[in-house]
């Protein structure tokens, strides 16, 4: 008998099992994680492999356990745990929020009307969101579309130095490396694409913080 949580399962064995779950047809399935369906069958049929990128793809849209996907460990959707098995963190809200789109404190935005999903991966605490990204400043480190999970800072004295940051200003919100200045009351915003420059910020202009605690990079490769 066919067992989706086995470890002699592969991962393209799960999704097929995952289409049948969901009674949704392998079409209609490409369209719902929004790759070409003439790919999503050479995934299956082992002439693409299942990539990390499409496990990603298919944990983010469908809030499926990554764990489970991947290895046969946990169940498939995280949303019906509180935490993810096998040494698995949290299971937490994916928003529909761009982080860098708008100037509106984040903080009022978390609303259950934007969440589209969840999600349980290893290293994330229960007070993570889910949020993605656009534009290219932070390439190659989080690709154009990728999701991050962020934390808030409640003090912006409080910064590991060298991590990334969604950092909130009055107009604007940016995902940056958060670096000393040579002013102890600003910080240096620094991008992974050195097609930007560095950016200068006083401390006290910073509305809210939030450390980013994991990125899962979108892009398909195959």
Partial sequence: MYNPHSGAVTPADRIRFLIRKLGITQKEFARRIGIDPANMSKHLSGRLPVTEGLMNRISVDLGVSKTWLAHGRDVPFSKDREEGAQGG????PIYDIDVVAGTEELAQMFTEERIIGHISLPRLKKDDVIVHVSGDSMVPVIEPGAYISINPVNDSHNIFWGQIYVIVLE?????????RADDDEKIRLVSANSDYDDMIVDRADIKAMYLVDAIINYRLRC
């Fill in 89 to 92: 963190g949290a299971v937490v």
């Fill in 171 to 179: 107009d604007y919100r940016l995902v940056k490396y958060v670096r």
